[in-house]
């Protein structure tokens, strides 16, 4: 799963609708500078306003510089460099080669290849199960922006619905549409509740949109229960966003690394001529409660621990928290033995299986 620098999933799942073009071998002088006005004009529009002043002055000063450069590889590696340099921002990226002719909605050909591509992928969900001892368990690769996401989440929910504590996978989930994160957030609450905000920069000026949990969802609510996350630095966007406001609302336990710091996001690729184009974050989640978010620190886990015994440690974790549902002599026994060897009891089925 490659990295995804936004919080919807624009640029993932309909590649199709970028115009494919030729890289161009060579950039003259004129059309490095009339890619460079179009760049400095664009970085009005960064999430931050100061720092877009700076990004601008970057830009123009070494203008001369860009001239000289007539390997668009090289002055598209070069403007990028020089982004990230004063804004400190991964997000931040010049390409050529594929070049935005203009946002146009994707073909009814197209929209059926992304929604056959979600559909053979899970809608995300890589796995919804019950694990020994009553735990839920979780695993998602990215929040998908289809729209049978939600029935998907609400058929995981469903099945998870009857467990002690839950357990949320996100080690590898790349990210994806902040909208899949809010829905997958309500089955959490049972009250609306606020997790964020949205502040976008839009032709120099800021706007900002709440985000809030929705009143209906289409599974069962789990609002009571422990929940624990799992989190590593290959956590990113979108993912972060969850892992970010379960904690603030203290409605999970983070386990595992910090996550990779990228909050900012964008409404897609700004073509710049010539077959250039630049990604740049034009919005920034806040929250009600940190006035703040995750950018360039990642979310700090509640309980360190590396990636690969995350799982584990959440795992003993919730089967001591959680309260048994119900009085039950069979489940006694397997919380009991899932205590005792955390390890052997998450490879029980594994191992059933092959006695079987």
């Known amino acids: 799963m490659t990295k995804l620098c936004t919080l919807t999933l624009t640029l993932f799942l309909a590649p199709a609708c970028l115009a494919q073009a030729a890289r161009p071998t060579v950039v003259t002088p004129q059309q490095a500078d009339d890619i460079v006005d179009h760049l400095i004009s664009s970085l009005a529009d960064y999430v931050f306003p100061e720092v877009a002043e700076k990004l601008q002055s970057q830009i123009r000063t070494r203008r001369s510089e860009y001239r000289a450069i007539s390997d668009p590889n090289a002055l598209a590696a070069k403007l990028t460099e020089d982004l990230r340099a004063v804004g400190h921002d991964h997000h931040l990226a010049v390409k050529v080669g594929e070049e935005l002719a203009e946002f146009k909605a994707p073909t009814p050909a197209e929209e059926g290849h992304s929604h056959a591509f979600d559909l053979a992928n899970g809608h995300g969900i890589r796995s919804a199960r019950?694990?020994?001892?009553?735990?839920g368990?979780?695993?998602?690769?990215?929040?998908?922006?289809d729209s049978d996401a939600g029935a998907a989440f609400a058929a995981a929910m469903q099945m998870v619905s009857g467990t002690d504590a839950l357990i949320v996978d996100l080690r590898r989930n790349g990210g994806g549409d902040g909208d899949a994160v809010t829905a997958l957030l309500s089955y959490f609450f049972d009250d609306p509740i606020q997790l964020t905000s949205k502040v976008e920069r839009r032709n120099g000026q800021s706007f900002e949109r709440q985000k809030w949990t929705m009143p209906y969802v289409a599974g069962p609510r789990y609002p009571d229960n422990p929940i624990f996350l799992l989190s590593s630095t290959h956590t990113h966007s979108a993912a972060e966003q969850c892992a970010y406001d379960l904690k603030n609302t203290n409605r999970a336990t983070i386990v595992g690394e910090h996550t990779a710091g990228d909050a900012n996001g964008s409404s897609g690729e700004i073509a710049l001529g010539y077959h250039f184009s630049v990604f740049i974050p034009d919005s920034q989640p806040r929250s009600p409660i940190t006035h703040s978010n995750w950018q360039g620190t990642g979310v700090e886990p509640d309980i360190p621990t590396t990636a690969p015994d995350a799982l584990v440690t959440a795992y003993k974790l919730a089967l001591q928290k959680s309260k048994p549902s119900l009085e039950s002599e069979a489940l006694t026994k397997e919380r009991q033995l899932a205590l005792?060897?955390?390890?052997?009891?998450?490879?029980?089925?594994?191992a059933g299986f092959q006695k079987n």
């Open 137 to 145: 368990y979780l695993d998602l690769a990215y929040f998908s922006p």
């Open 130 to 135: 019950r694990l020994p001892g009553n735990i």
């Open 340 to 350: 005792q060897d955390p390890q052997a009891a998450l490879s029980e089925e594994i």
